[in-house]
């Protein structure tokens, strides 16, 4: 069946979607995007998604063309009319269409793409055997803190991972250390019960769901480390993790074929799993997309 695709202004069936082939977005890259999740008919973190949008726009220079607020009606209505009970939304903008040039233009109108896939996210069942990894040379540009659709190095990762039959990467800066995975952040848990993650900086995104899973430490026995680690301390690590939008809490259970432990989502990757869910949850219902009728309809059934 065929979706419902915003652009520009427009809900248009998916296969009318269509934006200039001189868009700079496909042409040079030029272009900032968001991933929401969606459970239960309710947007998750909606504000912080469109918060780091906003700032992801400011950081490339966009001319300020909307306030954060402006899109979350939107993005509502596109689950409503996509009837989207789970899954993620997609949201793109770029800086607009003009005659291939590398300046930027003086006056292009954004634009302004959204769309939505349907997936299972809570009860995804790769959480329960969990993923393996392998690392890569980090590629990337020295911007990673901008959500930027330039995501070549992310895609020739996961093209490596697949080839060595992995199921993502993890990326390796020049020092040996991890910085986060091809499409999440990378967490480890050490013998002494520390969760270790790279720091916020330049060289990640500044994920959502990290914030989320980083204020439910306090909740476990576990203790928080901010720190670069490099493969050999994840080798000897007891347990170890990605987070995303679209996958919340992912248990890696080996790294370059060297099993994490027994090789099984290990027990505190599994209980932060369920408080980031019960979180996101919470956060969808605060922020509902589909009718209060949609949203009990698809649970029960
Ligand atoms: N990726 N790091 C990178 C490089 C990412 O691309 C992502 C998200 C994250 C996690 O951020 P968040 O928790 O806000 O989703 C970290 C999205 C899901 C994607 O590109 O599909």
Known sequence: MSRTVYVNGEFLPEEDAKISVFDRGFLFADAAY?????????????DAHLARLARSLDELDFPAHYTPDEYLPVLKTLVRNNKL???????QVTRGAQDRSFNFPKNADPTVVMFTQQDTIADDPVAKTGITVITVPDIRWQRCDIKTVALLPACLAKAEASRRGADDAW?????GFITEGSSNNAYIITKDNKVVTRHLSKAIL??????????LISQTNLELEERPFTIEEANGAIEAFSTSASAFVMPVVSINGNKIA??????????????????ARQSAAE???LSPRHRIKKRSS
């Not at 027994?262 to 979180?279: N, Q, T």
């Open 34 to 46: 968001e991933v929401f999740p969606v459970l239960d008919g309710g947007i998750v973190d909606a």
């Open 287 to 289: 922020t509902p997309a």
């Open 85 to 91: 009970h789970e899954g993620l939304i997609y949201m």
């Open 206 to 215: 500044h994920g959502i769901t990290r914030v989320s899973v980083l204020s």
């Open 171 to 175: 990326l390796v800066d020049d020092e």
């Open 262 to 279: 027994d090789g099984k989502p290990g027990p505190h990757a599994m209980v932060l799993r369920k408080l980031c869910l019960e979180a």
